[in-house]
């Protein structure tokens, strides 16, 4: 046992040697700070935030947008479907510009959930493209999983060299068993962005704070899992108008887009989401239907039951491609607009005021904005 006066001997050499820890810590911040200060005033005469640079010219609000037109009801899954729009294009897929890093605001007038999660936004966006009409490209995008049919999914686009995207979650402790695929999916070329975490549409859309918590943290299990920053773009659960959210679609989608997201639907259904087992043969005729009208991004989905989904892949990708059409990942440089129509009367508007979404030139002129920038 340790003598007593040792004891506090060491106690207080211990004590002292944590003070003049503490001075040094303290003296050497406040040189630090006046350095950078006099630094600061010198060169510039005045301080600017640091990752202040260079971003496009913030164009003026518009004016807002009818939010409850084209609200359609998905109590189900997501399974609604709208005929493929494809609008005139002046711009290309080329054009990008470089990503600059902006400026988050905080509004300090604003909702107090806007503080939440200052790591959850996208500032290195480049800039969007529409596809031309009669473009080839197609979008496959497979909601709900990962599960037991993701494996054999990924053995079939691998076979064909087709990327597609898969929008997550983990519903349930057994889904959770498949969510180390999420990486082979980003190691495969394949883009893995968030859905939902529960996918309970009650729960999900009982408030935007709700909506958060839930997308932070599948957000994040991308992350850890993949080792990759997850895609900058997402897919509401139930599509971006259900009856779940009429209250709270309009604050998620200004919150989402003020942090940087976008979020796509889909122009084009395989219906494997409409009530009961659809047959793998309405499957294949749907999705080749929705390819050959010019539809991008097409809804299927990769969770457990879905096998029919699964049995119908390779005929569309065999068929699709023998007909001169390819497959490709989303990533987030697609305008929204190939997608819902109605997903456009919230979210352009958004995207207009936020600094760190860019539009597509065509979108730009579309709604009367300059396009020089
Ligand atoms: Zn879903």
């Known amino acids: 046992m340790k003598p007593q006066y040792q004891y506090h001997h060491t106690q207080k050499s211990r004590r ?55 609200s359609s009801d998905s109590s189900k899954e997501e399974s609604q479907s709208t005929t493929s729009q494809k609008e005139p294009s002046n711009s290309s897929k080329e054009e990008s510009s470089t990503s600059s890093e902006v400026q988050v605001s905080v509004d300090p007038n604003g909702p107090a959930y806007q503080k939440k999660y200052p790591d959850l936004y996208v500032t290195d966006r480049p800039k969007m493209h529409v596809l031309e009409p009669g473009d080839k490209t197609v979008y496959l995008t497979f909601d709900d999983g990962p599960s037991d049919l993701t494996a054999p999914l990924l053995d079939i686009l691998k076979k064909y060299d087709a990327k597609v995207t898969f929008f997550d979650c983990r519903q349930s402790d057994y889904q959770g068993e498949y969510s180390s695929l999420m990486k082979r999916c980003v190691d495969e070329g394949h883009a893995v962005a968030v859905h939902t975490y529960s996918h309970v549409m009650k729960d999900v859309y009982a408030s935007v704070d709700a909506y958060l ?40 989608i200004k919150e989402m887009t003020r942090r940087g997201f976008i979020y796509y639907d889909w122009d084009g259904d395989s219906g494997d989401a409409s009530g009961g087992k659809v047959s793998g043969a309405t ?12 539809c991008d991004i097409i809804l299927l989905h990769n969770v457990f039951g879905k096998e029919n989904t699964l049995s119908q892949i390779e005929n569309i990708l065999k068929d699709a491609q023998a007909e001169g059409y390819t497959f490709e990942a989303l990533d987030g440089t697609l305008d929204p607009t190939h997608g819902y129509l109605m997903t456009n009367k919230i979210f352009i508007p958004a995207a207009m005021e936020s600094p760190l979404i860019q539009l597509s030139d065509w979108r730009m002129e579309k709604e009367g904005k300059s396009t020089d920038s």
């Open 213 to 252: 918590d839930d997308f932070y943290k599948m957000y994040k299990l991308i992350e850890e899992t993949t080792g990759k920053k997850p895609a900058n773009f997402f897919r509401f659960p139930g599509g971006s108008a259900n009856s779940y959210n009429t209250e709270v679609r309009e604050d998620i």
């Open 283 to 294: 499957i294949y005729a749907n999705t080749m239907d929705a390819i050959r009208r010019d």
């Open 16 to 70: 002292r040697a944590r003070q003049r820890r503490h001075f040094m810590i303290v003296s050497i911040g406040l040189v630090s700070v006046a350095a950078i200060v006099s630094a600061a005033i010198f060169i510039g005469g005045k301080l600017v935030p640091i990752s202040q640079s260079e971003t496009k010219p913030k164009p003026s609000p518009t004016v807002s947008a009818d939010a409850g037109a084209n």
